[in-house]
């Protein structure tokens, strides 16, 4: 049985949301972060990092949300949640699936901590081109990929959401506004929404 371990408001939504888009049977384990649960040496064995969400399926083990959505994605193809390795619009998968945790989550820390970096050394760029160039991906749609939901659109979303509705550190635009929209409808999304409050 796959365990996720999760914690209420936190990063673990996005693996909630993608466990619910799966349609897996799937046991939820509450690590809770304000008790210090995910520093536990059993949930360290999980995820060294000692941070939620992290997931467990048989032997496999595994921490990072983003990680754990292209796991499931890979390891239950009949999820249809990601094109296979042979299909052209796989490079675009991976390039949306790494973008959140490789240059939403470090933007949205750099207009936190108004950090300056010069662009060409922060791996991210900067914040600003971060977003243009989210937009301009938007700006078709409905998925990211096009026609296709992906576990990218829940990485995706689930970053989006948090930097643009939750947090208000991002402003709104246009494209991120009906894409939200079209994320926060589903179904899977509302139910992983309703776990996640606690
Ligand atoms: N890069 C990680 C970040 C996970 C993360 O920051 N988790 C936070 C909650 S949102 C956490 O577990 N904090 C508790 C702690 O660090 O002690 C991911 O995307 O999974």
Redesign the pocket.
């Known amino acids: 049985m796959i365990k996720l371990y999760w914690?209420p408001?936190?990063?673990?939504f996005?693996?909630l949301w993608l466990m619910e888009e799966s349609g897996l049977p799937y046991e939820r384990v509450l690590?809770d972060?304000s008790n210090?649960a995910?520093?536990a040496p059993d949930f360290l064995k999980i995820?060294p990092?000692?941070?939620?969400?992290?997931l467990t399926d048989g032997e496999a083990a595994l921490?990072?949300?983003?990680?754990?959505c292209a796991y499931i994605a890979d390891r239950y193809p009949e999820t249809r949640l990601a094109p296979g390795v042979t299909d052209p619009r796989r490079a675009r998968y991976l390039q949306w699936l790494f973008f959140?945790?490789g240059f939403i989550?470090p933007a949205i820390t750099q207009i936190f901590t108004k950090i300056e970096i010069p662009t060409s050394s922060a791996a991210w760029g900067s914040a600003a081109q971060v977003f243009d160039v989210l937009e301009a991906a938007l700006q078709k749609g409905p998925w990211i990929l096009g026609e296709e939901f992906s576990a990218a659109d829940v990485v995706i979303g689930s970053g989006l959401n948090y930097a643009v509705r939750s947090f208000k550190m991002v402003p709104s635009r246009p494209a991120f506004d009906s894409y939200l929209t079209r994320c926060t409808a589903r179904p899977a999304f509302q139910r992983a929404e309703k776990i996640a409050a606690g």
């Open positions: 914690s408001r936190s990063r673990s996005t693996t690590t972060i210090g995910q520093k995820n990092m000692g941070k939620v969400p992290a921490g990072e949300a983003a990680a754990i959140s945790p989550e």
